[in-house]
């Protein structure tokens, strides 16, 4: 069974405990591994280091790990990688290490946040101390955001920070009647750590400063939350702790199986780079309606889409092929480095270029091609391509309308080939690095508080008035299924009558209307709360228009991508390492004679070469993986078809490498040449 790992100091303490086991438990449970929490009780480093060695020593499948700013630990992290054993940061990152990945809260972003919040509650001239932890690079990061975000109040002055790292009862006190004691007129105090916050609320509260000083922290548990409620507290910034940890394994899992975007291949090519999490906001007022609900479906139906994007775009990026994207008119509106390579043209003057400067088209050729945005129809023709330095070279040139939304055409999609040496065929996929983003949101949820018996809502927030266009002023005291669809309303009507009947929790897909007439896809989750004596339906309401806006654009992607692929004059087959086909585009499945599910799968050499031929052809193949291209770059051989026929193909092979630059499979561009 695979094991994976958390690595961390203070594993005993509540954020684990509270934020981090069940996520876990129910990690194992669903990927069938096992996982635990392993590290030091307190701050001790040798237990820290300990726990990474051992995990290395059992040759687990992953470790996540939370840094605390010891050096001693990057070279054991960096030994583990080099082993082959992916390590991602979580929380707490550790640049200077080799680890793949960061997963978590952009501190920088969440100080600057924290800094407008406090400046906002003084609302004047004040004093501010800062708390945390000096030298960890997350809570450095969050310092830097809150100076730089402070500045813009200079009538507030900044005290400290004070280094809590081994932050105590007594301590605490200390710190802050000293600073009481020198400045009276403190306004404000900035924990940027749980513990430090715990023990400061605590002292303020003995010192009987609760209304003078505002204050504000970062993460917590149950103490913080009643100390928030209590008027102690008057923020806390809540990191999504169970969020970055299962985004952090869905990175090490996909590293050791692969992940829907990349066909399932393992490796680093399945992890995109960095990722912020963002940070809930917890107030007084919303502490009890705030209930930040993680959902591993939605994450892992996000984590398959943004690599899905990824693995196309590196696709289209990296086709030998002169690929143009062009208005009705020919216009270009992109063109891939191919293109740039090829015509030896920048890309700021390509892009604002028509496709008539590029080739040798004649006027008949010409009215040909924008026909085809008109008519919705292809084109194929020879001509000649211009470089920059006016040379030129003859292309086969295909032309096909450019589909955008609802099928409707947005202009042309040219596909150029150089075709100087037909029976050697120079397309070959180029090594490029990946294209990396991260598709997750931090939006807050628009909340709905309505009245349980009545249906009448009674509060929402901002989220909410942008959501649905309209004035809080305007929202309160409007009966709640007329936020949706008019001619649904009996639905939603029946909806929440059975909600409140039942006491449970809701959640369903539905839509709203926007001030606008339009109408917008949202995911409710609510539930029934008992405040103040009254029933009250809390409801959250995710916007899912971005989500739909992402499968678009995947949608959009893919079909581009496979167009590019099926339209191409030549056969196109991607190979693992073993010879077994991984991709073949339309003019392949014509050759072979044989449907695409009929090849993805098989063996090369077994199944599509004659018998007489193998051992040599494999012969090249291992030339080629071991990177020889002298030996394997071009080569001819006969092929045999599904049907049992042989043709002659001329092959231009080409090896694809990772980014430690080991080979991972082979693209091969062929054409027939049988006489």
């Not at 009538?155 to 809590?164: A, M, R």
């Not at 939350?225 to 869905?250: H, P, T, V, W």
């Not at 008119?329 to 604002?352: D, V």
Request: proline share 3%.
């Amino acid at each position: 069974m695979e094991e994976y790992v958390l690595i961390s100091k203070l594993i005993n303490h509540p954020v684990f405990i509270e934020n981090s086991q069940f996520l876990l438990k129910r990690i194992a449970v669903e990927f069938t591994v096992k996982f635990s929490i392993e590290g030091a009780s307190d701050f001790s480093t040798r237990d820290y280091v300990d726990a990474v060695r051992n995990a290395i020593s059992r040759n687990v499948s992953g470790i996540m790990i939370t840094g605390w700013a010891d050096k001693e630990v990057i070279p054991i992290i960096n030994f583990a990688i080099k082993k082959e054993i992916p390590v991602v940061t979580v929380d707490c990152d550790i640049p200077e290490s080799m680890r793949l990945a960061h997963v978590g809260t952009d501190w920088y972003r969440m100080g600057q946040a924290m800094a407008e919040m406090l400046a906002q509650m003084i609302n004047g001239p004040g004093k501010v101390l800062l708390m945390g932890f000096s030298g960890l690079d997350n809570m450095e990061k969050g310092f830097r955001g809150f100076l730089q975000r402070i500045m813009l109040y200079p009538d507030i002055q900044l005290l400290g920070p004070e280094n809590v790292f081994d932050i105590n009862a007594e301590k605490t006190e200390a710190v802050l009647t000293k600073y009481l004691q020198l400045y009276p007129d403190l306004s404000g105090i900035v924990s940027f750590d749980c513990n430090s916050g715990l023990w400061v609320a605590r002292t303020l509260k003995k010192l009987q400063k609760i209304k003078t000083v505002n204050f504000i922290c970062v993460d917590g548990d149950k103490e913080h939350i009643d100390f928030l409620k209590s008027g102690i507290l008057d923020a806390i910034f809540m990191q999504k702790r169970e969020y970055f940890n299962y985004l952090a394994f869905q990175l090490l899992y996909g590293y050791n199986h692969g992940s829907v975007g990349t066909g399932y291949k393992p490796g680093k090519i399945n992890i995109p780079g960095n990722i912020d999490t963002g940070y809930t906001l917890l107030l007084k007022d919303t502490v009890d309606t705030l209930h930040p609900v993680f959902d591993v479906d939605e994450a892992t139906h996000r984590h398959h889409l943004s690599q899905k994007i990824m693995f196309f775009s590196q696709m289209l990026n990296n086709v030998r092929e002169i690929v143009l994207a062009t208005d009705p008119k020919g216009n270009i509106i992109y063109a891939n480095p191919a293109a740039n390579f090829q015509l030896q043209y920048e890309r700021a003057f390509l892009e604002n270029a028509n496709i008539s400067e590029l080739f040798s088209f004649s006027e008949t050729d010409f009215r040909l091609i924008l026909k085809c945005a008109n008519a919705e129809v292809c084109h194929n023709l020879r001509t000649q391509a211009k470089r920059k330095d006016a040379s030129v070279f003859p292309v086969q040139v295909s032309i096909s309308p450019l589909l955008g939304s609802e099928s409707k055409v947005r202009g042309l999609i040219l596909v150029a080939m150089d075709n100087t040496d037909e029976a050697s065929d120079r397309q070959k996929l180029m090594e490029s690095e990946l294209k990396f983003r991260a598709l997750f949101d931090n939006a807050a949820s628009a909340i709905f508080i309505a009245d349980a018996e009545s249906g009448i809502i009674v509060e929402c927030n901002i989220t909410a008035e942008k959501l649905i266009g309209k004035s809080k002023k305007e929202i309160i005291g409007l009966h709640q299924t007329l936020i949706h669809p008019l001619e649904e309303k009996e639905r939603y009507k029946k909806l929440f009558a059975d909600h409140v009947k039942n006491l449970d929790s809701c959640a369903l897909e539905a839509e709203v209307v926007h001030a606008s007439g339009s109408k917008i896809p949202v995911m409710i989750n609510s539930k029934i709360t008992l405040i103040g004596g009254k029933r009250l339906n809390i409801v959250y309401f995710v916007d899912l228009r971005e989500k739909r806006s992402i499968e678009k654009l995947l949608s959009k992607e893919r079909d581009l991508a496979r167009h590019i692929l099926d339209i191409s004059q030549v056969i196109i087959l991607v190979l693992d390492l073993g010879g077994n086909i991984t991709l073949v585009n339309k003019k392949g499945c014509d050759v072979l004679e044989a449907e695409n599910r009929e090849i993805i799968g098989k063996n090369w050499f077994e199944n599509f070469l004659p018998a007489e031929n193998r051992e040599k052809v494999k012969q090249v193949f291992s030339c080629l993986v071991k990177k020889q291209i002298a030996v394997a770059e071009y080569y001819v051989n006969p092929i045999i078809t599904k049907n049992g026929k042989i043709k002659v193909i001329s092959w231009h092979n080409a090896f694809i490498e990772d980014a430690d630059g080991k080979t991972i499979s082979v693209v091969t561009s062929g054409t027939e040449i049988t006489t």
